[in-house]
């Protein structure tokens, strides 16, 4: 079977960036990208290739590239079913906000929608790929659905976890580590694991691309983001350890990371992790433990995210502490809002439970973020329904650059580690401060003998 027409279900932080990708690779083959949100479409076709709705560097090249040749963008939802071969699910699973499983369990409503929807538009036999992390046997749930809905055509279901990590999304697609595809063992399932295959092949190594069953699949997303979470828990543990006894966290990250068994990556001590996956898929993880009543498993894992709420209390309740147990009515300036640096996706951002703290201490914040809006920081507060909507717009102010939002403050808070930070002038940031000058680095990037020396009070993480 050779593939010539894709669709994607989800124009999201997975679906575009990795369509993008195939389209470019594979001109022969026709991709489109739909989704039910108008206006992210709108955005993904504009004009200018620098206003697409994600920012990942390099990707609105790769869109200009590829766009209107082979790739497109599309509301027609049930049009790019019906016309594809193969459809990725690329929607958002977030954690069930409601019923059996809340705070846990991934809300699988939108997969669901999407098998039904598929289901009823299909006829013709087709390969249905899971694309966002979902729990185990999730898959034979699609099936069920697709099966017992459709119109009598065969379908077959791989499941194919995306690894990119968000910043590096390009970079990650184009040289992935591995590519994992899950599938039936039958004639039918394999006939179809080689179809994707030979899809990958047109740019990866052979020997990268893992074919397993449909489950080992499924548990080896779960388990990559539970192992990479961890790791960062794990060193953040230590942080609180080092600042305790006076040993340095990035000292000690250095020494261990030469264990060859260890490895130097993912040990670097932070406010805190955030991100769509980590907190989810460990949820996710949770849930399928304690539902087999593995309580032993789900508590160690439980753990990963215990530690990484502490680490974000920690760092707010050190602002407050050390700005003399009284943040009420100081200016706090927050470098950062995005979870990481390099995208402008805020989702479980630390900044965002920080800041929250901090409003709750009645403290004013005022934000720079190079990829982040006001609108997108007012929401990510007002999701949490601490407050009123109007008490965060009192609370919250924005700044087009970073020199104007430390203006007055009491206090810097870094919680990105956006690179431009570290090459700032510092001097000019003291001097429009309050004094003295408090600057606690939530990622350990800048220079702390130096801002030492220019008159800052530093607090980094770990040290
Ligand atoms: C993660 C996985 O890396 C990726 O394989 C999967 O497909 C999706 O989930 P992502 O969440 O995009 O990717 O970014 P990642 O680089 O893993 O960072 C996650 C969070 O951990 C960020 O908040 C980051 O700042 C933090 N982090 C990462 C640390 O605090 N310390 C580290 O050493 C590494
Ligand atoms: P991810 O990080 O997993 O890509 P996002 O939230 O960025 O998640 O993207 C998921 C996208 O899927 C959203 O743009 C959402 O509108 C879209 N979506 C959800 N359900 C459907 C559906 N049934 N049909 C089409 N698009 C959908």
């Known amino acids: 079977m050779k593939i010539t ?8 932080y997975v679906g575009g960036p990795t369509m993008a ?7 022969h083959i026709q991709v489109t990208v739909v989704d039910l949100n108008e206006q992210r479409i709108i955005d993904w076709n504009d004009p200018n290739t620098d206003n697409i709705p994600i920012y990942e560097p390099g990707l609105s090249e790769i869109v200009a590239e590829a766009r209107g040749r082979n790739l497109f963008f599309s509301t027609e939802v049930e049009k790019a079913i019906d016309e594809a071969q193969v459809i990725f699910i690329s929607v958002n699973t977030p954690t069930k906000t409601y019923g ?24 013709e036999n087709k390969i249905v790929v899971e694309k966002s992390t979902l729990p185990v046997r999730t898959a034979e749930a699609i099936k069920s659905i697709l099966d017992n809905t459709g119109n009598g055509v065969q379908f077959q279901i ?10 590096t999304a390009v970079t990650d697609l184009l040289n992935p580590d591995r590519i994992l595809i899950g599938g039936d063992t039958t004639p039918e399932g394999e006939e179809a694991i080689k179809a994707l295959v030979d899809v990958y092949a047109n740019w990866v190594d ?15 997303k779960l388990t ?3 192992f990479l979470a961890q790791r960062i828990s794990s060193i953040n543990a230590m942080s609180e350890l080092c600042e305790k006894t006076g040993a340095d966290v990035n ?5 261990i990371g030469m264990d060859s068994r260890i490895g130097p990556k993912f040990l670097k001590a932070s406010v805190g992790f955030g991100g769509s996956c980590f907190q989810k898929d460990i949820l996710n993880l949770v849930y399928i433990a304690k539902s087999y009543g593995l309580n032993e498993v789900a508590d160690y894992w439980e753990q990963v995210i215990i530690m990484n709420d502490h680490q974000k209390k920690r760092f707010s309740s050190k602002i407050v502490q050390t700005l003399y147990n009284t943040v009420a009515d100081k200016k706090i300036a927050f470098l950062g809002w995005a979870f990481k640096k390099d995208t402008n996706d805020t989702r479980e951002s630390a900044a965002i439970y920080v800041a929250d703290d901090l409003i709750n201490e009645q403290a004013r914040i005022s934000v720079y973020d190079p990829k982040v809006s006001k609108t997108k920081i007012l929401n990510d507060l007002n999701y ?11 609370a919250v102010s924005t700044f087009a650059s970073a020199y104007d939002a430390c203006k007055d403050a009491h206090a810097i808070a870094i919680l990105t580690e956006w690179d431009e930070f570290t090459t700032y002038d510092w001097q000019k940031i003291y001097d429009s401060m309050h004094k003295p000058a408090f600057l606690f680095d939530g990622r350990n990037i800048l220079d702390a003998k130096k801002l030492e020396s220019i008159g800052f009070i530093y607090n980094g993480i770990g040290s």
Request: glycine share 6%; with cysteine; charged share 25%.
């Open 5 to 12: 027409k894709i669709c994607c279900i989800g124009a999201g």
């Open 21 to 27: 990708v195939i389209a470019q690779k594979c001109p």
């Open 100 to 123: 059996k499983g809340k705070g846990m369990a991934a809300d699988l409503k939108y997969i669901e929608l999407c098998a039904r929807q598929i289901a009823k538009v299909a006829k």
């Open 158 to 167: 791989l499941s194919n976890p995306e690894f990119l990590a968000e910043g």
């Open 206 to 220: 052979k020997e990268k691309i893992l074919t397993t069953n449909v489950w080992s699949s499924e548990l080896s």
């Open 224 to 226: 990559a983001n539970a």
């Open 251 to 255: 000292e000690v990250a250095r020494a």
């Open 384 to 394: 949490l329904e601490t407050r009123s909507v109007e008490e965060n717009n009192l």
